[in-house]
């Protein structure tokens, strides 16, 4: 039986609304045998994640997506098997932290100025972690009645281009490369079709990620349409990508994708996973799980 990857996810520590250990717990049920948990520009639930992984026979890969701006527009490059304790991407990962406590008082202060108080400090109230994220803002304003629903707060006022929307400089895309590589990890552009560039500056992003040595890209994505995931499997091929697969799953309700439930890599694509060492071993043995 070929093992089931999902190696894009969100807990508590960013936006998503399971615990790591609830998420991994998740993941066992809807059948995934490899789980990478993928938290917004922080790897605070990774220890947490890794535990409950160990114990439930499900392989952990500790990631991040870090948000990156490139060419003025915001772009998310995962990074997959990075070390947690790797001092170059921790301190990169602290200067991103520093931007969201900028950008979430800026975006309160633009709420403001349009009538709505408290926003800040709801979008925080909403937070388990450390990261205060639109998503947040997003379900505070749902709750507090100022829009119907969560599509409709992005479309009034968080979205890009949107009322309230405040541009911030993430880090640059060979920053964020270069503390995924330095962690041991592999970095890869999550969600690519969603970006809408252009033929020409799709181009050039692939290039200029692949020469500050990143190597794969999400192929398979639940932003993605069927035919995007076949746009970007032909895309991995030209450009020697390697082929990643996730869900981006954030909760069990709403929108989002379930755990696990991706389509599957077109037979011609490399997997991420190629050199990793685990078809050909026994899940229970790589995760330490013997008797389980
Ligand atoms: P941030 O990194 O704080 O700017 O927030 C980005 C997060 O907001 C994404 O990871 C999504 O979870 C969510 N998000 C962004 N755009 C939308 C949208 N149009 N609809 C729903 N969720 C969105
Ligand atoms: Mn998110
Ligand atoms: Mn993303
Ligand atoms: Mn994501």
């Given amino acids: 039986m070929p093992l089931i990857y999902d190696l894009h996810s969100h807990s508590t520590a960013s936006d998503g609304v399971l615990e790591p250990a609830e998420l991994v717990q998740r993941a066992r049920d809807k059948g995934v045998d490899v789980l990478a948990l993928t938290d917004h520009d922080v790897l605070d639930g990774i220890a947490e994640a890794r535990a409950a992984a160990d114990r439930l026979g499900v ?20 990074g997959l098997g990075v070390d947690t304790m790797n001092p170059p991407l921790r301190q990169g990962l602290e200067g991103l932290a520093e931007k969201r406590r900028w950008r979430t008082a800026e975006l309160g202060r633009r709420l403001e100025e349009l009538g709505i108080d408290g ?47 405040v541009s911030c400089e993430w880090a640059l895309l060979e920053e964020a490369v270069t503390w995924i590589r330095a962690a041991g990890g592999q970095a890869v552009i999550a969600h690519p079709a969603r970006y809408r560039l252009g033929r020409g500056l799709f181009t050039e992003l692939l290039e200029a990620f692949k020469n500050a040595g990143g190597t794969g890209l999400e192929v398979i994505s639940s932003s993605h349409s069927r ?3 076949l746009v970007m499997a032909a895309q991995a091929r030209r450009y020697g990508l390697l082929a990643s697969v996730g869900s981006d799953f954030h909760e069990p309700a709403g929108s989002w994708c ?35």
């Fill in 258 to 292: 379930e755990l696990g439930s991706v389509a599957a890599l077109p037979g011609d694509c490399i997997p991420i996973w190629r050199d990793w060492g685990l078809e050909d071993m026994p899940l229970r043995q790589v995760a330490g799980n013997e008797g389980a």
């Fill in 59 to 78: 392989v952990l890969v500790p990631g991040v997506e870090v948000s990156v701006t490139w060419r003025g527009r915001v772009i998310h490059v995962l």
């Fill in 227 to 229: 035919r995007e995931n």
């Fill in 119 to 165: 926003a800040a400090e709801g979008a925080a109230r909403l937070t388990r972690g450390r990261v205060v994220s639109r998503t947040h803002f997003a379900r505070y304003l749902v709750e507090a009645g100022y829009v119907r629903d969560f599509k409709a707060a992005f479309k009034r006022y968080l979205g890009r281009g949107r009322r309230a929307y």
